[in-house]
Nanobody
């Protein structure tokens, strides 16, 4: 079966940068649309960014446009979330996921079938 493994989370100062990585075992990610979500206590999981299977198309939540990018390297079977100009409001657990059900909009978690374990990002003020 497919397993998603995330890495790169940690503590960073406001204004700094951090790069998260998501790698798959059991599947080749080049065949799939991917997304990143984040969640803070007391809130629903929030869509952050998405990318097409080829990497040609990317999508971002308004809250992160211009600051985050979602590059993928299909040769390495990884998808990343490059975060810059980080704010305390970006503090959350970040998850990568495979989008499977296109009946749901891109920003709805119900459309994603496989999820990583999550990695904590903490931005200090």
């Amino acid at each position: 079966q497919v397993q998603l493994v995330e890495s790169g989370g940690g503590l960073v100062q406001a204004g700094g940068s951090l790069r998260l990585s998501c790698a798959a075992s059991g599947r080749t990610l080049s065949s799939y649309r991917m997304g990143w979500f984040r969640q803070t206590p007391g809130k629903e999981r929030e869509f952050v960014a998405g990318i097409s299977s080829s990497g040609a198309l990317t999508y971002y939540a308004d809250s992160v446009k211009g600051r985050f990018t979602i590059p993928r390297d299909n040769a390495k079977n990884t998808v990343a979330l490059q975060m810059s100009s980080l704010k305390p409001a970006d503090t959350a657990v970040y998850y990568c996921a495979i989008r499977a059900d296109l009946r749901w909009p891109r920003d709805r978690e119900e459309g994603y079938a496989y999820w990583g374990q999550g990695t904590q990002v903490t931005v200090s003020s």
